[in-house]
C-alpha cells in the first residue's frame, strides 16, 4: 500500500481523491489497463451484502500508476479536460514545485525614442502653439460657448503645470506641437481643459465627432486627397467598396504628417480581409440590402500615435475622454455612406508579453468601427 504524501492544501488532496473515484474522468478513460486495476482491486475488497467501497482498498491504488496514467500519450483525437490540467498542476507543484512571482513591482519602462517631427499639411489642423487657430480649440469654443483667448490660457496653464512629469519620461527637444511629444503633452492639456467644460458624455462625443467630421472636410476643400476620392466623398450614397481608396489615403495623410509610425487597416490575421480587400460586395450587400444583418466591422491600427502619453494618462485617470484624431475622422468618413450609423471603440495593446501583469507598454491604438445600416 502506497500512503499519499502529506499535503498542505486539502484542495489538493481532495481533487486527487475525487480524480481517482471518477469512472469518467479522462485519463482513466484512456487507459484501460488502470481501469482493470482499479475495478479488480475494488473488487476483491468489496463486501458481498454491501454496495459500497471500502475507502481503505480504494487508497491503495499506486499513486505512481495514477502519475503514469496521467502522462501516458492520449487518443489522438482526445484532448485534456479542465480537470486534468488542474491535476498536472497541482502534481507539478507538489513534486518539482511552481515557481513563485509575488507581488512584483512595476518594471522600468523602455526608453523612449527620439521624437519625430509633425509636419504640414495636417499639422495646423490638428493642433497649434498658440492654441488658437487648430480645429480642437474652435470646437471646443463652438461647443462650450467659451472665448477662445480664455480657452487657450487655461491650456497653456495647465500644460506648464504637468510639463515636468511629461518630460521625464519623453524628453521634447523643442517646445513646439511639431515635436511629437510637445504636442502629446499639449493634447493632454485641451483634453483635460475640455473634460472640466464639457460634463455630458454625449456631448463630449458630439465635440470629439465634431474634430472628425470638421478635419475630414477640410482634407476634402484644401484638396489634401485625390480628384477621385475627393469625388467620392462628396457623394453621400457610395457603396463601402468605394470607400476603401478613401480611408487609405486618409491613414497616409496621417503617416505622411508623422503623426503615426504606420498603420494597419484590417485584421492582421486575415490577409484577404486587410488592406485594400478590407471590404467586399458581400459587405456592401449587408449595408444596403434590406435582407442583410445590416452592420459590418472594421478593424484599424495605429502604431505609435503622437496622442499615446496623453490618452493613457488620461485612461488611467479612469476616463475614456481622451485625445483622437484618427477615430473620429474616420467615423465622419464611413458616414459619407449615407443612411447609416458609425460607432467605435478603440484600445491599447502591448505587442510584447510580459509575465509582471503590472507591467503594460502599449505602442498601438487598435479601433473597432460598427457600420449599420440605419432601421
Known amino acids: ?195 472640466t467644460k464639457i460634463q455630458d458624455y454625449s456631448v463630449r462625443d458630439k465635440f470629439v465627432r465634431s474634430i472628425g467630421s470638421k478635419l475630414l472636410n477640410e482634407m476634402v476643400q484644401r484638396e489634401f486627397l485625390s480628384e477621385q476620392s475627393i469625388a467620392v466623398l462628396n457623394k453621400n450614397d457610395n457603396k463601402l467598396t468605394d470607400l476603401i481608396p478613401c480611408v487609405v489615403e486618409v491613414l497616409d495623410l496621417f503617416q505622411s504628417t508623422s503623426y503615426c509610425s504606420s498603420y494597419r487597416l484590417g485584421d492582421k490575421n486575415d490577409e484577404e480581409r486587410s488592406g485594400l480587400k478590407v471590404f467586399d460586395e458581400l459587405d456592401d450587400d449587408e449595408i444596403s440590402s434590406p435582407n442583410g444583418a445590416g452592420s459590418v466591422n ?15 494618462q488620461i485612461t488611467g485617470e479612469g476616463s475614456r475622454f481622451s485625445p483622437d484624431f484618427v477615430g473620429p475622422t474616420l467615423a465622419a468618413l464611413f458616414e459619407r455612406l449615407g443612411n447609416c450609423t458609425v460607432n467605435f471603440e478603440s484600445y491599447f495593446v502591448d505587442p510584447v508579453y510580459r509575465p509582471n501583469p503590472k507591467d503594460f507598454f502599449p505602442n498601438e491604438r487598435f479601433y473597432q468601427f460598427t457600420i449599420a445600416r440605419k432601421s
Open 298 to 312: 472594421c478593424l484599424v491600427s495605429i502604431f505609435d500615435p503622437a496622442t499615446l502619453g496623453g490618452a493613457l
Open 1 to 195: 500500500m502506497v500512503i499519499l504524501p502529506t499535503m498542505k492544501e486539502p484542495c489538493l488532496l481532495l481533487l486527487i481523491i475525487a480524480t481517482l473515484f471518477s469512472n469518467g474522468m479522462a485519463f482513466v478513460g484512456r487507459n484501460p489497463s488502470l481501469l482493470a486495476y482499479k475495478q479488480t482491486s475494488l473488487s476483491s475488497h468489496r463486501d458481498e451484502s454491501s454496495s459500497e467501497v471500502d475507502r481503505r482498498s480504494f487508497l491503495s491504488v499506486p499513486l505512481s500508476s495514477v502519475i503514469l496514467a496521467a502522462g501516458l500519450p492520449s487518443n489522438a483525437n482526445a484532448a485534456k479536460g479542465a480537470a486534468e490540467y488542474d491535476l498536472e498542476y497541482y502534481m507539478r507543484d507538489l513534486f518539482m514545485g511552481n515557481k513563485k512571482e509575488g507581488n512584483l513591482p512595476v518594471s522600468s519602462a523602455p526608453p523612449a525614442a527620439p521624437p519625430r517631427t509633425l509636419r504640414e499639411p495636417l499639422l495646423p489642423l490638428l493642433l497649434d502653439d498658440e492654441v488658437q487657430s487648430s480645429i480642437p480649440i474652435q470646437e471646443l469654443s463652438r461647443t462650450t460657448k467659451i472665448p477662445i483667448g480664455s480657452l487657450a490660457e487655461q491650456v497653456t496653464a495647465f500644460r506648464t503645470k504637468v510639463a515636468p512629469a511629461f518630460q521625464a519620461s519623453h524628453p521634447w527637444q523643442k517646445e513646439s506641437v511639431s515635436d511629437e511629444y510637445y504636442f502629446d503633452l499639449t493634447c493632454y492639456a485641451l483634453w483635460k481643459v475640455a473634460s
